[in-house]
């Protein structure tokens, strides 16, 4: 006898990331609205802007709209489904053995995924609201409160399983396994702090009330704060694991987590920074712009390095992601591919062309562009691949006889 299975009927929690990386791609797909479509009066494009565009734009403009709204409807369908999915499994699976063990490990920091999910999904359907729903613009501000209540609420959840992992380990001596750390799989909790900051972010640069900017920088430089003083713990102490043991395979592409954190922590003092100049009348100039964008997208190219050379010298590619072998840890590798792309395209609109060096539209620009369009269609390859294999077709196996 035989019954079928497939690698996603084996639950784990880092399956959130699924839902993570089809919302990070539906942002690189806005991305071409952002900075393609002119959009006066508010500082992102909304429905009517795009429809303007489209009226009045070339051949190229209007394809490039009809595959931005295309995609970022795609992807966010996918992202919600894949959320949808994750809860209602999360809930039965937590009721298993399995989930009790898990919160004896270090692996309970995974759990830090479903955060990290929930606040993806929230920046997603903002942005799915901003190019689907015509005169969203005009009830904004009456969105932007309720927006920090929910990044809020998921903070809370983020700080309630930190809190509970961290009191766990904390408390008593050898609830930490440190043979077990050698990989940035610790990051993640990390990365949900960055993904709720940035969303607090989002009111700050768009509000035109000085109560809500204000709220909005604070909150977002909380949680902004939190996630930098635990990237920078859990980067030193896996170190040096990684150093004495190696990098776990299976864990290899944690390597790149840096990557979003950057992309992450990048917007967040972006959109702080225009928040400050509108509504407090505080300024940087585009050289500093350019140069900050510089440095963080050099952060990301050597920890893109590390790990795909980390990862390439293991075999990892060759057996989790073109061979048989499966491992829900694979969904961290399309996170940082998207996280590049996004953040190219700030580094030449916000600080290339802004400072002069470029100019929009020239040979060198799309150059630069082709690099971030690049990664964008390798991680719509990636998460194709992966959903495939992990959620396709069921294969059968052989039953284990009752005995």
């Avoid at 006898?1 to 993570?20: E, G, K, T, W």
């Avoid at 990390?190 to 768009?206: E, I, K, Q, W, Y």
């Avoid at 900050?292 to 980390?310: E, H, Y």
């Avoid at 390439?312 to 590798?333: C, E, I, P, R």
Wanted: charged content about 10%; some cysteine.
């Amino acid at each position: 006898m035989s019954i079928q299975s497939r690698p996603a009927d084996s639950y784990n929690p880092l399956y959130f990331l699924a839902s993570v990386g089809a919302g990070g791609l539906a942002v690189t797909f806005f991305m071409y609205l952002f900075f393609w479509v002119p959009h006066p009066g508010q500082p992102v494009p909304v429905f009517e802007d795009i429809m303007a565009a489209w009226a009045k734009g070339n051949p190229a403009q209007q394809i490039a709209i009809v595959i931005a709204m295309a995609g970022i409807a795609f992807f966010a369908f996918l992202n919600i489904k894949a959320l949808i999915w994750n809860l209602s499994r999360f809930a039965a699976w937590s009721k298993t053995e399995a989930y009790t063990k898990l919160r004896t490990t270090n692996a309970e920091a995974t759990l830090m995924a479903r955060p990290l999910a929930l606040a993806m999904s929230v920046n997603a359907l903002f942005i799915v609201g901003l190019v689907f729903v015509p005169k969203l613009w005009t009830i904004v501000e009456y969105l932007f409160p309720a927006a920090v209540v929910a990044f809020i609420l998921i903070g809370i959840l983020a700080f309630r399983e930190i809190g509970r992992y961290l009191g766990r380990i904390l408390s008593s001596g050898g609830a930490f396994d440190m043979t077990q750390h050698n990989s940035f799989g610790q990051l993640l909790p990390a990365f949900a702090f960055a993904m709720t900051g940035v969303g607090l972010a989002a009111p700050a640069a768009m509000s035109h009330s000085t109560q809500t900017v204000g709220a909005a920088i604070v909150l977002s430089t909380f949680f902004g704060t939190a996630a930098l003083v635990y990237a920078v713990i859990a980067l030193m102490t896996a170190m040096s694991s990684m150093l004495h043991h190696g990098t776990a395979k299976e864990a290899a592409p944690t390597l790149m987590i840096v990557v979003p954190l950057m992309t992450i922590l990048g917007i967040l003092l972006m959109r702080q920074d225009h928040a400050l100049h509108l509504t407090f009348n505080a300024h940087t100039n585009a050289g500093d712009t350019m140069v900050f964008l510089a440095q963080f997208i050099s952060v990301q190219v050597l920890f893109l390095l590390l790990g795909l050379t980390v990862m390439t010298k293991q075999g990892y590619f060759k057996d989790f992601v073109f061979g048989s072998k499966t491992s829900a840890g694979s969904y961290a590798l399309v996170c940082p591919g998207v996280a590049f792309n996004v953040l190219m395209f700030f580094f030449v609109h916000k600080g290339l062309v802004a400072a002069g060096v470029v100019d929009k539209f020239s040979l060198v620009y799309w150059a630069l562009i082709a690099v971030a369009l690049a990664s964008q269609a390798a991680m719509i390859a990636l998460v194709i691949r992966l959903n495939r294999q992990h959620f396709g077709q069921a294969k059968a196996i052989a039953a284990v006889p009752a005995e």
